[in-house]
C-alpha cells in the first residue's frame, strides 16, 4: 500500500509541475500580447503602413517568377539512374533531325506535332479501308501546310525530321496496302509487332495504336486511338 500511495504522490507531484510550467507560459503570453496591443493602439499607423510598404515589395518578386512545366523536371530526380543510362545512349547514337533521323533513337519528348484520330461514326474499329484513305488523305493536309513566322514562310520539308533529304515517313501508314485483306479477314496483324508483307516495313503497334482489344488467338487486334 505505501508502494501505490508513493507512486500516487509521484504522479499528483508531476502534474502539480506540469500546471505550474503551463501558468508560467500563459501568463508570459498574456503580457506580451497585452504590450504588443498597447503598441498597436498607440501607434497604429506603423502597423497599417509597414505592412503594406512589406507587402509591395515583396510583390515585386513575381516580376522574377519562371515557370516550368516539364514533368521529367518535375517528378523525376536530378540524379537519377534513367539520366544517367540516357545520357550514355546519347552520347553513342546522337538523334540527327536533318539527316538521319531514326525515331527509335529519340530519348527525349522534343517539339513533336501529334495527331490523334478517333472515328466519328461511332465505330471504335479504325482497320478499315475508308479510315485509312482519310488517313492518308490527312497527312497529305499536314505536309502542305505552310506557317508564317517572323516575317518567313515555313513549310512542313523546312522542318521536318529528314531521313537524308527526305521527310521522316510515317511507316503506319503503309498498312493502307493490306488494309483490304485485313478488313476481309484474309489477313490478320500480329500484336505488337508485325512485319508489313507489301512494304516490309516492322510495324510495333503499342506506339501509334490506343485502346487496343487483342482477339482470342491473340493474331488479329481490334483498337480505337
Not at 518578386?61 to 545512349?89: C, W
Not at 536533318?98 to 506535332?113: D, E, H, L, M, P
Not at 507489301?198 to 493474331?219: C, I, K, L, N
Request: net charge neutral; proline share 3%; glycine share 6%.
Amino acid at each position: 500500500m505505501s508502494f501505490i500511495t508513493a507512486q500516487r504522490k509521484v504522479c499528483v507531484l508531476q502534474r502539480t509541475s506540469f500546471m505550474v510550467g503551463l501558468k508560467i507560459v500563459d501568463e508570459i503570453l498574456n503580457k506580451s500580447f497585452y504590450k504588443l496591443g498597447l503598441l498597436v493602439g498607440h501607434h497604429p499607423g506603423y502597423f497599417l503602413v509597414i505592412p503594406f510598404l512589406l507587402t509591395l515589395l515583396g510583390i515585386t518578386g513575381f516580376q522574377r517568377i519562371h515557370t516550368n512545366i516539364d514533368p521529367e523536371y518535375l517528378f523525376s530526380p536530378i540524379n537519377g539512374e534513367g539520366k544517367m543510362e540516357r545520357a550514355i545512349v546519347e552520347n553513342f547514337f546522337k538523334v540527327n533531325y536533318t539527316s538521319k533521323f531514326n525515331v527509335a533513337r529519340i530519348t527525349r519528348a522534343g517539339r513533336f506535332g501529334r495527331v490523334i484520330v478517333t472515328s466519328k461514326d461511332g465505330n471504335k474499329n479504325l482497320l478499315r479501308t475508308v479510315v485509312w484513305k482519310e488517313l492518308r488523305l490527312l497527312d497529305g493536309i499536314i505536309q502542305n501546310m505552310t506557317v508564317y513566322h517572323d516575317y518567313e514562310y515555313f513549310t512542313y520539308k523546312d522542318i521536318c525530321a529528314k531521313w537524308m533529304s527526305e521527310c521522316f515517313q510515317n511507316d503506319i501508314l503503309n498498312l493502307d496496302y493490306i488494309m483490304d485483306d485485313v478488313e476481309s479477314g484474309a489477313l490478320n496483324l500480329t500484336f505488337p509487332l508485325m512485319f508489313n508483307p507489301v512494304t516490309w516495313d516492322a510495324h510495333a503497334f503499342p506506339v501509334f495504336f490506343g485502346g487496343t482489344q487483342v482477339s482470342e488467338d491473340d493474331e488479329r487486334y481490334f483498337e480505337f486511338w
